[in-house]
């Protein structure tokens, strides 16, 4: 198969993957409106070509939280990566190590901290949900600074899970699961052997660390669901900013209201995020979200966005709402899933090679070249436009 693009790596991993792992990355909450909305509302937006502007050199680096990128991404947290490939973290750490990007380890990660910290020639970032057991959170906080981690993504848009229906029908949850999975994986030698049998252990390596126990698949969905704490609210995060140290983002921000508490509390940045159409369904896109939080908080912290970038030029049409930088989670997640640490590795040149062609067909020489002028209409017209 050619791969050349973030569908074809779509399509590669559905093949190779089991149902219940594919569908685990490729689904969304409820009926999908949103996770539909959030690849509609990014591509709708009209990037604003120009031609004959001596645009000979292209420059995709960026600063960021005091490190050097060289594209205006980070890999995001996508849980269960030591699924999707043998020991799948620690290869796509190395690969976006290669390519001078950072990776987010989530905390519901095969690989634990240590280890792929360990493996990775650049410090990796680790994303922390908001959980009932602080005391948990705290010795993860511990562990993330001890092994080098300086930058914490902290999730807040998931005080509890969104009904995910594919995850029932695939066998990620739902009844017999044990039984499904192992058909599914029977019919997939190539990733039972590869990964089910050379990936052991298939433990959450965080939490078991913690628990002192093995924390397997089969415990995932349950233990999740007795630790999500719905009653957070902004003043219980003050005891975070207070103990961690380095940069800290929160992400799953969707209203200009909640960037600015996020200033209040001293975050050094915000994802834009609804968490890729994963929690409540039926929200507005984060391309959608973006023009009202820029102008709320542009300048007073650093703004990333996710939730719907497929490509380069995505990436770029995120640049031109105001972002200074884009997390990517579906396409490295397929691409991992399909050829592991090469996957990865080749889907940040193509969407650098995609960035290149638009910033050129734009007129940009930099990523600071990147405004709303490169897009026309130009935001927020372009999202008021839709329905």
């Given at each position: 198969?050619?791969?050349?693009?973030?569908s074809?790596?779509?399509?590669?991993?559905?093949?190779?993957?089991?149902?219940?792992?594919?569908?685990?990355?490729?689904?969304?909450?409820?009926?999908?409106?949103?996770?539909r909305?959030?690849?509609?509302?990014?591509?709708?937006?009209?990037?604003r070509?120009r031609?004959?502007?001596?645009?000979?050199?292209?420059?995709?680096?960026?600063?960021?939280?005091?490190?050097?990128?060289?594209?205006?991404?980070?890999?995001?947290?996508?849980?269960?990566?030591?699924?999707?490939?043998?020991?799948?973290?620690?290869?796509?750490?190395?690969?976006?190590?290669?390519?001078?990007?950072p990776?987010?380890?989530?905390?519901?990660?095969?690989?634990?901290?240590?280890?792929?910290?360990?493996?990775?020639?650049?410090?990796?970032?680790?994303?922390?949900y908001?959980?009932?057991?602080?005391?948990?959170?705290?010795?993860?906080?511990?562990?993330?600074?001890a092994?080098?981690?300086?930058?914490?993504v902290?999730?807040?848009?998931?005080?509890?899970?969104?009904?995910?229906?594919?995850?029932?029908?695939?066998?990620?949850?739902?009844?017999?699961?044990?039984?499904?999975?192992?058909?599914?994986?029977?019919?997939h030698?190539?990733?039972?052997?590869d990964?089910?049998?050379?990936?052991?252990?298939?433990?959450?390596?965080?939490?078991?660390?913690?628990?002192?126990?093995?924390?397997?698949?089969?415990?995932?969905?349950?233990?999740?669901?007795?630790?999500?704490?719905?009653?957070?609210?902004?003043?219980?995060?003050?005891?975070v900013?207070e103990?961690?140290?380095?940069?800290?983002?929160?992400?799953?921000?969707?209203?200009?209201?909640?960037?600015?508490?996020?200033?209040?509390?001293?975050?050094?940045?915000i994802?834009?995020?609804?968490?890729?159409?994963?929690?409540?369904d039926?929200?507005?896109?984060?391309?959608r979200?973006?023009?009202?939080?820029?102008?709320?908080?542009?300048?007073?912290?650093?703004?990333?966005?996710?939730s719907?970038?497929?490509s380069?030029?995505?990436?770029v049409?995120?640049?031109?709402?105001?972002?200074?930088?884009?997390?990517?989670?579906?396409?490295?997640?397929?691409?991992?899933?399909?050829?592991?640490?090469?996957?990865?590795?080749?889907?940040?040149?193509?969407?650098?090679s995609?960035m290149?062609?638009?910033?050129?067909?734009?007129?940009?020489?930099?990523?600071?070249?990147?405004?709303?002028?490169?897009l026309?209409?130009?935001?927020?017209?372009?999202?008021?436009?839709?329905?």
């Open positions: 198969m050619i791969i050349s693009s973030a074809d790596y779509r399509a590669a991993a559905r093949h190779r993957l089991p149902p219940f792992l594919f569908h685990y990355i490729d689904g969304g909450a409820y009926d999908e409106a949103t996770l909305r959030n690849v509609e509302d990014l591509q709708g937006l009209a990037l070509q031609v004959l502007q001596g645009v000979d050199t292209v420059d995709l680096s960026i600063r960021l939280f005091g490190e050097r990128l060289s594209l205006p991404l980070a890999l995001a947290p996508v849980g269960l990566t030591g699924m999707y490939a043998r020991r799948g973290e620690v290869q796509a750490a190395r690969a976006a190590a290669s390519r001078g990007v990776f987010t380890l989530s905390t519901v990660s095969i690989c634990p901290i240590e280890e792929v910290q360990r493996q990775s020639t650049r410090p990796i970032w680790f994303q922390l908001v959980l009932k057991d602080r005391g948990f959170m705290r010795s993860v906080l511990e562990r993330a600074w092994a080098g981690v300086r930058t914490l902290f999730t807040v848009d998931l005080p509890v899970p969104g009904a995910r229906y594919r995850d029932a029908h695939s066998g990620l949850s739902g009844p017999n699961v044990v039984l499904r999975r192992a058909l599914q994986a029977a019919c030698p190539r990733w039972a052997w990964v089910g049998l050379r990936g052991r252990p298939h433990d959450l390596g965080n939490i078991s660390a913690y628990l002192g126990q093995r924390v397997t698949l089969e415990d995932y969905v349950g233990w999740l669901g007795r630790n999500f704490d719905p009653g957070i609210a902004w003043p219980d995060l003050a005891w900013r103990t961690w140290k380095g940069s800290l983002l929160l992400k799953g921000i969707l209203d200009p209201e909640d960037a600015r508490e996020a200033v209040r509390l001293g975050a050094d940045g994802v834009v995020s609804n968490h890729g159409g994963r929690q409540l039926g929200v507005q896109s984060s391309a979200a973006m023009p009202a939080i820029v102008a709320a908080v542009k300048g007073q912290l650093k703004i990333l966005a996710d719907g970038v497929r380069g030029l995505d990436v049409r995120m640049m031109a709402l105001g972002a200074d930088a884009v997390l990517l989670g579906r396409p490295f997640a397929y691409a991992l899933g399909a050829a592991g640490e090469r996957g990865v590795a080749h889907i940040l040149d193509l969407i650098a995609e290149r062609v638009a910033m050129i067909l734009t007129g940009a020489k930099s990523i600071a070249d990147i405004t709303a002028d490169n026309v209409p130009a935001p927020p017209a372009a999202l008021a436009t839709r329905a």
